[in-house]
């Protein structure tokens, strides 16, 4: 226990050193002096909180927020000074917001506490003392064997020691952690293969030396070392032999292996903490509108202090007779009492400061996600995928984008790869029926014969079969076999798993044409050549790293002969190359790429005895270090892979995704810039750029590539930058490659933005992820600070989507890392304009209009209050009754709003999808820009003054507004001030929502029923809990007037006629894109009337506003309203989404 309060306290790190030593089995050394290292225990622990520490932690956290800190202190006043209103007015509200933000925090805590309960005590099976004991997984230590069976998680990181196979090799599944559905092959150090038993593994002496927990699945770096006889054998360790927490054991009966990494140092528990927090424009706009409303709360606190004390310097006003000053209050600190007033007054004008505001945006953005995910239209019914919202706090955030960043591979296109031509010894070939068949040659050119190859292509089609990672599973239940053959000597149907698409098509095409891989046992592979078999040794893989862009196999024949197969990129395998058609290969390389094929070239090395020798040696040592392993292994991989013998190289077509044209044409019509970033080739690139749309073939296409020095690049970009302005053409595109692009962002930035800036298409290819990044940075950093998105499928395309504003991952075949890492994630491309142009536009319109509206409502609210100082002689008399303040924001005027929030449709989806360029109306947080929330606040001033004013002419002069001659007091006056406010607050809502359904009339004609039944219970009975009952029958008594109900309808009227003058003019005068679209939606007979009446049964609640319209303005006809959506319309017809709400189909809507 104290050891556990220290590491929490942070004064016993776990683990110091940079490597851990582990006894397998936890045979500790009993000579000497020992002292074990420190590891944490096997408890994965997802949650926040505990039962000891929620109440405080979850406070501070609330606490931390600048609204609800600033509230608690003006409650805190509130209970140490003499304030006019109660503390209940701004206690309960806060106690509201904190208590709500509580449960929902502490329920989804909850639930991640009962999910880590289920983890922590899944029964786990320990190797102890000579046999197998059950335990709980929590119970795990670092050093104990643990056994795992078929199809059962692994419950920590383990190194294999061995498996029921006698290569100690064993199949694994990581869907859970990366999303790669494909079979991986771990293989256990030879010398513990062989211990089959729990007997065997009883008596095994090994130490494991690794580096510390890091979070990257795909890099472990340790050695074992194994005591036999005396003699100790060192074996390196990488990630082939590492089993992560949360994978699968596949194929195989069972394992044993000993436990590197527990609990919450496991790679699974270190990939799944938090990401850093992404901020959205329009919340930052919130903050800036706070502290604006936080400085007009001081200003109005100040002058009305300062004012207090004018009106008292004179005598009669400071000391009146009807309240005179106590002793203690003449005697007492001037300036302490000016303190105290003006703290008094703050806690009077509070309110103007929305405490709701935070806990209403949650909520709308909380309940608004659901609706990406139950949207149909980005539904994939192949796939069974719909999208999935990851963070959203974001929503709003797609209605602002100006650049889309895209991945090509799996994003642009379908990762779907198929064979289509190869070029063997400077002669081109194509797959025609299986065979393949060497340029010119056609189909009726084919005869009968078996297909026969010659020593260059049998090479070739060798060097394809051997050269992969790709992993085989027969059709048989327990999965893989040990040998390759059933016993009637025939081959089973083989199925490929492969984590690259390219690798299994190319082995695919190799088996179809004559050179088919059956499988590997661990040290042997074999492949069928025209139906005989040829056994290979696999003695070293070379794998693939984006640095070297190429992968390689060192093989011995069974002639004996050591052979070296390199497989990669022509960037890296051609000035290696030195023997072989190394011209005409590469010519053949740039003709697949014009037709848009993804290459590779295929070269082989042999090595004599000496020389291979030598470089077994030498990848030994780089494998076993345990300091700088990847830089030793870099080195011995470049020594290795050099001196090649061309053999060919191979075009691979990976189709594009249905339509992506349209997509990219619909995001440049809204405005959004796209640029494709591939690590592909340059005219493979430009190939599928052209054919997707991004460049079309009128537009003028500017190159920055193959720069070698600064100079020279920035030489190159003035020329650009000169030529875009000497070109008087529409549109230019920019292609640029990543060594240019290094170039031109070490000390060009400016030249390179400016020609970016005026290129309409900009693709880079050659990419590292790092670089992807880096271009991101680079546009969101620039002085525009425009709204970046990044969307890919791949782990290369991690980096740039959590750079990116918003991060997108697309659900294909290269894993779920995107995904996981993403703030939403759909299934293809074009969902993406669905989701930008309709959900974006709609999240930011709501929200915008929830953040000015929750504004605008407070200061009517509050205003009225600072105008009745001057009236009552600055006594800090409060105008509204306390129950009035508390419940203005919580139940008042709260739903209304939030409705709006959910389910605001002001122009249709459809007319939305159909026209991009109504995406334009919202750049640049248009909606929350100076302007709009200038309007809003003067908007609620102007309203203020109106309640105040028209209510003072009423009821000022003494007039008598009963039958008996009685007059109202100023709880009345306050009464009616407060009623004219709810209603125009509420009726202003109404006239900014444009989608009525039954729901919004619900809010909004309930919100002011509830009002007036709530004020008729509160004031019509006398509660025995309150102290002071200064509404007891005020609200019956002015409903009693009739002049009453004349000055709230005028009032009301006089209020928001303004406001409707305002928007027609606007409307007529300037109107945006969106208003014309609306305008036009109205003549077609869509609109919010429309909307309102496509409901089952609302026929006849439709026809009186129906004729009103009609005669109103005339142009507005029955048949109008019950038009139907027909093939030849010009927007879509199949309407799926759940944001009409319309319970009625499209045929009769």
């Known amino acids: 226990m104290l050891r556990w309060i220290r590491q929490q306290l942070g004064f016993d790190p776990p683990h110091p050193s940079e490597t851990r030593t582990i006894h397998v089995a936890n045979r500790f050394p009993r000579h000497g002096h020992y002292t074990p290292q420190k590891f944490a225990d096997n408890r994965i622990i997802s949650s926040k909180y505990t039962v000891w520490n929620f109440v405080p932690k979850n406070l501070f956290e609330q606490f931390r927020r600048i609204a609800n800190f600033y509230f608690l202190i003006i409650f805190l006043v509130q209970l140490m000074i003499d304030t006019p209103t109660s503390p209940v007015t701004s206690g309960l509200p806060l106690f509201f917001v904190i208590t709500v933000t509580a449960i929902k925090q502490g329920y989804e805590d909850w639930l991640r506490h009962k999910a880590d309960n289920e983890v922590n005590g899944a029964p786990v099976y320990v190797v102890r003392s000579g046999g197998l004991v059950k335990t709980r997984s929590k119970n795990i230590r670092v050093g104990d064997i643990v056994r795992v069976a078929k199809d059962e998680t692994f419950p920590a990181d383990l190194v294999l020691l061995s498996s029921d196979r006698a290569d100690g090799s064993c199949h694994t599944t990581t869907a859970s952690l990366d999303g790669e559905t494909?079979?991986?092959?771990?293989?256990?150090?030879?010398?513990?293969?062989?211990?089959?038993?729990?007997?065997?593994?009883?008596?095994?002496?090994?130490?494991?030396?690794?580096?510390?927990?890091?979070?990257?699945?795909?890099?472990?770096?340790?050695?074992?070392?194994?005591?036999?006889?005396?003699?100790?054998?060192?074996?390196?360790?990488?990630?082939?032999?590492?089993?992560?927490?949360?994978?699968?054991?596949?194929?195989?009966?069972?394992?044993?292996?000993?436990?590197?990494?527990?609990?919450?140092?496991?790679?699974?528990?270190?990939?799944?903490?938090?990401?850093?927090?992404?901020?959205?424009?329009?919340?930052?706009?919130?903050?800036?509108?706070?502290?604006?409303?936080?400085?007009?709360?001081?200003?109005?606190?100040?002058?009305?202090?300062?004012?207090?004390?004018?009106?008292?310097?004179?005598?009669?006003?400071?000391?009146?007779?009807?309240?005179?000053?106590?002793?203690?209050?003449?005697?007492?600190?001037?300036?302490?009492?000016?303190?105290?007033?003006?703290?008094?007054?703050?806690?009077?004008?509070?309110?103007?400061?929305?405490?709701?505001?935070?806990?209403?945006?949650?909520?709308?953005?909380?309940?608004?996600?659901?609706?990406?995910?139950?949207?149909?239209?980005?539904?994939?019914?192949?796939?069974?995928?719909?999208?999935?919202?990851?963070?959203?706090?974001?929503?709003?955030?797609?209605?602002?984008?100006?650049?889309?960043?895209?991945?090509?591979?799996?994003?642009?296109?379908?990762?779907?790869?198929?064979?289509?031509?190869?070029?063997?010894?400077?002669?081109?070939?194509?797959?025609?029926?299986?065979?393949?068949?060497?340029?010119?040659?056609?189909?009726?050119?084919?005869?009968?014969?078996?297909?026969?190859?010659?020593?260059?292509?049998?090479?070739?089609?060798?060097?394809?079969?051997?050269?992969?990672?790709?992993?085989?599973?027969?059709?048989?239940?327990?999965?893989?076999?040990?040998?390759?053959?059933?016993?009637?000597?025939?081959?089973?149907?083989?199925?490929?798993?492969?984590?690259?698409?390219?690798?299994?098509?190319?082995?695919?095409?190799?088996?179809?044409?004559?050179?088919?891989?059956?499988?590997?046992?661990?040290?042997?592979?074999?492949?069928?050549?025209?139906?005989?078999?040829?056994?290979?040794?696999?003695?070293?893989?070379?794998?693939?790293?984006?640095?070297?862009?190429?992968?390689?196999?060192?093989?011995?024949?069974?002639?004996g002969e050591r052979i070296l197969f390199t497989k990669g990129a022509e960037s890296a395998i051609i000035p290696n190359s030195k023997n072989g058609e190394i011209d005409k290969t590469q010519l053949h390389i740039e003709e697949f790429a014009l037709k848009g094929l993804r290459t590779l070239c295929i070269a082989y090395r042999t090595f004599s005895s000496k020389e291979y020798q030598e470089i077994n040696e030498r990848l030994h040592q780089a494998r076993t270090a345990l300091q700088q392993r990847e830089e030793k292994v870099s080195d011995a991989f470049r020594f290795i892979e050099r001196d090649f013998v061309m053999l060919g190289a191979t075009g691979v077509e990976d189709r594009l995704q249905d339509k992506v044209q349209e997509t990219i044409e619909a995001l440049r019509l809204a405005g959004i810039k796209v640029w494709v970033l591939t690590g592909d080739k340059h005219e493979t690139a430009v190939s599928v750029s052209l054919s997707c749309g991004h460049f079309h073939r009128t537009m003028n296409i500017l190159e920055l590539v193959q720069q070698k020095t600064d100079h020279e690049c920035a030489e190159k970009l003035r020329q650009l930058v000169r030529r875009i302005q000497d070109d008087h053409v529409i549109q230019h595109g920019l292609v640029v490659d990543g060594v240019s692009l290094s170039l031109a962002l070490r000390e060009h930035e400016k030249l390179f933005m400016e020609v970016c800036r005026n290129c309409s298409a900009v693709l880079c290819c050659r990419m590292a992820p790092l670089q992807k990044a880096k271009v991101v940075r680079l546009l969101k950093t620039s002085p525009e600070k425009p709204i970046t998105l990044a969307i890919g499928d791949g782990a290369n395309d991690v980096s740039m989507i959590q750079e990116a504003h918003v991060g997108i991952g697309i659900m294909g075949k290269e894993g779920r890392q995107a995904v996981r890492n993403s703030d939403y994630a759909i299934a293809r491309f074009k969902f993406l304009s669905k989701l930008l142009l309709v959900h974006g536009h709609f999240y930011y319109i709501r929200i915008a209009t929830l953040v000015q509206y929750f504004f605008y409502k407070n200061v009517c609210f509050i205003t009225p209050q600072f105008l009745y100082q001057f009236f009552c002689l600055f006594s800090q008399q409060t105008l509204y009754d306390s129950v009035y303040l508390t419940l203005y924001n919580i139940c008042f005027t709260s739903l209304p709003v939030l409705m709006y929030s959910l389910f605001e449709q002001h122009v249709h989806p459809h007319v939305l999808h159909s026209k991009p360029s109504l995406y334009r109306d919202l750049r640049k947080n248009a909606l929350l820009g100076f302007k709009p929330f200038l309007y809003w606040t003067l908007l609620g001033f102007s309203h203020a003054f109106i309640f105040f004013f028209g209510s003072y002419l009423l009821m000022g002069e003494d007039t008598s507004l009963l039958g008996n001659g009685q007059m109202f007091g100023n709880w009345t006056f306050g009464t009616l001030v407060f009623t004219i406010m709810v209603i125009t607050v509420t009726m202003k809502m109404a006239l900014e929502t444009h989608f009525w359904t039954w729901i919004h009339h619900f809010v909004t004609w309930g919100s002011i029923g509830f009002y007036f039944i709530f004020s008729l219970f509160y004031g019509g009975i006398i509660w025995p809990f309150l102290h002071t009952q200064d509404m007891y029958f005020v609200f019956v008594q002015l409903l009693s007037s009739g002049s009453t109900w004349f000055a709230i309808i005028a009032i009301v009227v006089a209020c928001l006629f303004l406001d409707v003058v305002k928007k027609v003019f606007y409307r007529h005068l300037c109107p945006t894109s969106t208003e014309k679209a609306q305008l036009a939606e109205a003549g077609s007979g869509v609109g919010c009337l429309d909307s309102m009446c496509c409901f089952t049964g609302w026929d006849a609640t439709c026809l009186p506003p129906r004729r009103m319209l009609e005669r109103v303005m005339g142009r507005c006809s029955p048949a109008r309203f019950n038009r139907s959506w027909s093939d030849s319309d010009p927007y879509f017809t199949n309407d799926r989404t759940i944001l009409t709400l319309s319970s009625v189909d499209s045929a009769s809507c």
């Not at 400061?353 to 309940?367: A, C, D, G, N, R």
């Not at 053959?485 to 984590?499: F, V």
């Not at 042997?524 to 070379?542: N, P």
């Open 182 to 559: 494909n079979l991986k092959t771990h293989i256990a150090a030879r010398e513990t293969a062989v211990l089959q038993s729990v007997d065997n593994l009883d008596t095994l002496l090994a130490v494991i030396e690794c580096q510390q927990p890091e979070a990257d699945l795909y890099r472990f770096i340790g050695r074992i070392t194994v005591t036999q006889h005396t003699e100790e054998i060192v074996k390196p360790l990488g990630p082939e032999n590492l089993l992560l927490r949360g994978a699968r054991l596949k194929n195989t009966k069972e394992i044993f292996g000993v436990a590197v990494y527990t609990g919450m140092e496991t790679k699974m528990a270190l990939n799944y903490k938090s990401k850093s927090q992404k901020r959205s424009a329009v919340e930052k706009s919130m903050n800036t509108f706070l502290i604006i409303y936080l400085v007009i709360l001081l200003f109005e606190a100040s002058l009305s202090t300062i004012l207090k004390y004018a009106y008292q310097a004179e005598e009669k006003w400071d000391d009146p007779w009807y309240n005179q000053k106590t002793d203690q209050e003449r005697n007492s600190s001037k300036i302490l009492k000016f303190i105290s007033d003006f703290l008094a007054f703050l806690v009077l004008y509070n309110f103007i400061i929305p405490i709701s505001l935070y806990v209403t945006v949650e909520m709308q953005k909380f309940l608004g996600s659901f609706f990406i995910g139950w949207d149909l239209d980005l539904y994939h019914e192949e796939t069974n995928q719909k999208a999935q919202v990851n963070t959203s706090d974001l929503n709003e955030e797609l209605g602002q984008v100006e650049y889309v960043f895209t991945d090509k591979t799996g994003t642009l296109t379908e990762n779907e790869m198929q064979f289509r031509e190869c070029s063997v010894n400077g002669i081109k070939y194509q797959e025609i029926n299986g065979r393949l068949v060497s340029e010119g040659m056609t189909e009726d050119c084919l005869d009968g014969t078996r297909q026969s190859l010659n020593e260059e292509e049998e090479l070739f089609l060798k060097a394809v079969s051997l050269c992969h990672t790709v992993q085989i599973s027969n059709d048989q239940p327990d999965g893989l076999r040990d040998g390759f053959l059933h016993a009637n000597g025939i081959s089973s149907h083989l199925e490929y798993y492969a984590s690259s698409p390219d690798e299994k098509a190319l082995v695919e095409a190799s088996g179809r044409m004559g050179v088919k891989f059956n499988g590997t046992d661990g040290e042997s592979m074999e492949i069928r050549v025209l139906g005989k078999s040829e056994r290979y040794k696999l003695l070293h893989v070379l794998e693939f790293d984006p640095n070297r862009r190429m992968m390689s196999v060192i093989v011995e024949s069974p002639s």
